[in-house]
Each structure stands twice: as structure tokens, then as C-alpha cells.
């Protein structure tokens, strides 16, 4: 590993990042990350990474950060944070990453992009992706895009214990089938993906053996509630908590000016309800082994809260 070249994480800090930063570790993998200058990078350095200071919209810093590098790993987004700056870092931070991946010459680059991406202009995050993934074809960049489904452990765990709270929140239909990930599962494929038998260029469908919708989700978690407490749960099942489509559309217009996120939300929520937002997963079982079907994805997810 030592004299190994490093793989840059680009997000490192993030929720996703930090697990792929911990999943090429323990490959062996010696891991470089890029941090903007005011996040804290304190637990990168204490695990042995190498911190660069840099930032997608300051190219001059992503030239540093990737010199002498064998690979890159993207797992960054400025609308995830809701960033002042979001649609910049993810349209010219993103392309600015391509240039310097480019100039470096690395070996292949990993992009996390979205599930029908491609399909999808009225949402402008996921638009984003299929542009940062047009962007490294067009330069001739060696990259692979893993295209997830919804990250359920993010949404199922954002007010809390959902065990506890007996609910979950959601947006728009509760009834319509969609694909969702685990962020654990992806973050060891975004691993994998730097050395995996992959063309360049591919762009992998990631996602459980089927759609589920969100209603049979909250059932799957339900019986795990009950497996545990047996009788003692009252009978009561673990609820959905949707904001209805056409409610996020009316916010998404009122706030388009100063909060434009809430309208691409908006256009998210339309989307799935067309049921189109299903993968494909039979690249993923060649390339990365067994997909996750909802029942084993959904246990271990509740084996985390102790059910
Ligand atoms: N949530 C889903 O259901 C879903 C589904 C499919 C794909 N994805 C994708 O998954 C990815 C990871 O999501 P996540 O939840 O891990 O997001 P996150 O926790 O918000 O992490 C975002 C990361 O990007 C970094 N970043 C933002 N702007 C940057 C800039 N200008 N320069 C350098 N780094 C910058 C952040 O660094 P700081 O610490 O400096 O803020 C942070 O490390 C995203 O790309 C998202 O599009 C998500």
C-alpha cells in the first residue's frame, strides 16, 4: 500500500463518502480526500487519510488534489446540503472535476450519479448527473456512473428511530413501486468499481431485486417491530407520512425565487409516481454479485436499530 497510488473521494465528509472511504480502506487502499477548507476533516486524518483542501468551483485546487492519483471516486453534491451555491457545484464543480480528471490522466473515475438520470430534464439534480456523466464521455475520461435507486436507510432513519416514531416521512404517492438502495451496499460497490471488470463508460443500474413502494417498505419494517417485541407493540404497524405531489408543486411555485429546491423536489415526487423509477439490476449482479432483495435489505436495516 505504500508506495500505491492514492484514490481521491471526492465528498469524503459526506454521509455516502465517508462510508466509500471506509470501504476502500479496508481493500487496502490507500485513499486521498478533497475537503473544502472550512469542513472539518478531523475523523478523514485520524483513519489515516490524506487530506487535500480544495473546492469543485476552485479548479486551480482540483488540479493539486488530483495529481499523481490512480483514481477517483465522486460522491459529491452541492443540493444534498442545499448549498447557497448547489446548482453551480453541480453542474461547473462537477465539469471542472472532468477537466481535472482529464489533465491528471487518471486510470478510471467512479461518478455516483441517479437512476434514470438520463430520462429526466424536468429534474434538474438528477439532470445534473446525466450531464456530469455526457461531460467525462465528451473529454475521453475513463469513468464508470452508478446510477442507485433512493437511499432508504437516509430517508427511512431522517426524524430519528423510525422503530420509535412508528412513522416515516415520505413525499408524494405511497402506493407506487420505486427502486431504493442501501447507502452500505453502494458505498462497497463505489468501492468495488474502482478495479471491477467494467467498460468504460458504463453507466450501472443499482438497486433491491424488485420496486417496492413505500407502504410495503413501512410493512416489511413493521414485522421486524413485531418480531422483536412480539405481542407487546399493540398491533400497531409503522406508518407513512407522505406531502402529496400536487402540495409540493403549489410550494415549489410560490418558492421557485429564493428556495428552488423545493420545486425540484416537486418535479422528483411527479416522477416516481410514474412508476418508471425502476432499475434494471442485471449489470449490478454480474458485476458486484447477488442483489439485495427488500426483505434481506430491509432486515439488516433494522438489525442496526437493534430489531
Ligand atoms: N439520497 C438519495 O436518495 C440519492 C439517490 C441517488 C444518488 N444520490 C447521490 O448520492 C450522493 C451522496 O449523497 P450524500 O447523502 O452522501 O450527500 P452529502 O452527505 O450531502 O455529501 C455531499 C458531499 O459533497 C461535498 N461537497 C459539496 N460541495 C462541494 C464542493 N464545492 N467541493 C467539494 N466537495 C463538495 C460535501 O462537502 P462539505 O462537507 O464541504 O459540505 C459533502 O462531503 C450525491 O451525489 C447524490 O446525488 C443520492
Not at 46 to 74: F, N, P
Not at 95 to 110: C, D, E, H, I, Y
Not at 130 to 145: C, I, M, W
Amino acid at each position: 500500500m505504500a508506495g500505491e497510488k492514492p484514490v481521491l473521494v471526492v465528498g469524503a465528509t459526506g454521509y455516502l463518502g465517508g462510508q466509500v472511504v471506509a470501504e476502500l480502506l479496508k481493500r487496502g487502499k490507500r485513499v486521498r480526500a478533497l475537503v473544502r477548507p472550512k469542513s472539518d476533516a478531523s475523523n478523514l486524518a485520524a483513519k489515516g487519510v490524506e487530506v487535500v483542501r480544495g473546492d469543485m468551483l476552485d479548479a486551480g485546487s482540483l488540479t493539486d488534489a488530483m495529481a499523481g492519483v490512480d483514481a477517483v471516486v465522486s460522491t459529491a453534491a452541492g443540493y444534498t446540503r442545499n448549498d447557497r451555491n448547489a446548482d453551480a457545484i453541480d453542474t461547473f464543480g462537477n465539469s471542472n472535476l472532468a477537466v481535472a480528471a482529464k489533465q491528471a490522466g487518471v486510470r478510471r473515475f467512479v461518478l455516483i450519479s441517479i437512476l434514470t438520470s438520463d430520462q429526466t430534464p424536468q429534474v434538474p439534480h438528477f439532470w445534473h448527473k446525466k450531464l456530469a456523466e455526457d461531460k467525462l464521455e465528451q473529454l475521453g475520461v475513463p469513468f464508470v456512473a452508478l446510477r442507485p435507486g433512493a437511499f432508504f436507510d437516509q430517508i427511512a432513519g431522517m426524524r430519528g428511530d423510525p422503530f420509535q416514531k412508528g412513522r416515516i416521512m415520505w413525499f408524494g404517492s405511497k402506493e407506487t413501486p420505486l427502486t431504493f438502495v442501501l447507502t452500505a451496499d453502494l458505498a462497497a460497490y463505489l468501492a468495488a468499481a474502482v478495479d471491477a471488470d467494467i467498460r468504460d463508460g458504463e453507466r450501472i443500474d443499482i438497486g433491491w431485486t424488485r420496486p417496492v413502494s413505500m407502504l410495503e417498505a413501512a410493512s416489511l419494517l413493521s414485522r421486524h417491530r413485531e418480531l422483536r417485541n412480539g405481542s407487546n407493540d399493540g398491533g400497531k404497524d409503522i406508518s407513512v407520512m407522505s406531502i402529496p405531489t400536487p402540495v409540493l408543486q403549489v410550494a415549489g411555485k410560490a418558492t421557485s425565487r429564493f428556495a428552488p429546491l423545493v420545486a425540484d423536489m416537486a418535479s422528483m415526487s411527479a416522477w416516481f409516481e410514474t412508476g418508471k423509477y425502476v432499475a434494471d439490476t442485471g449489470r449490478q449482479e454480474e458485476v458486484f454479485g447477488a442483489v439485495p432483495t427488500p426483505e434481506d435489505a430491509i432486515a439488516r436495516f433494522a438489525a442496526k436499530y437493534g430489531h
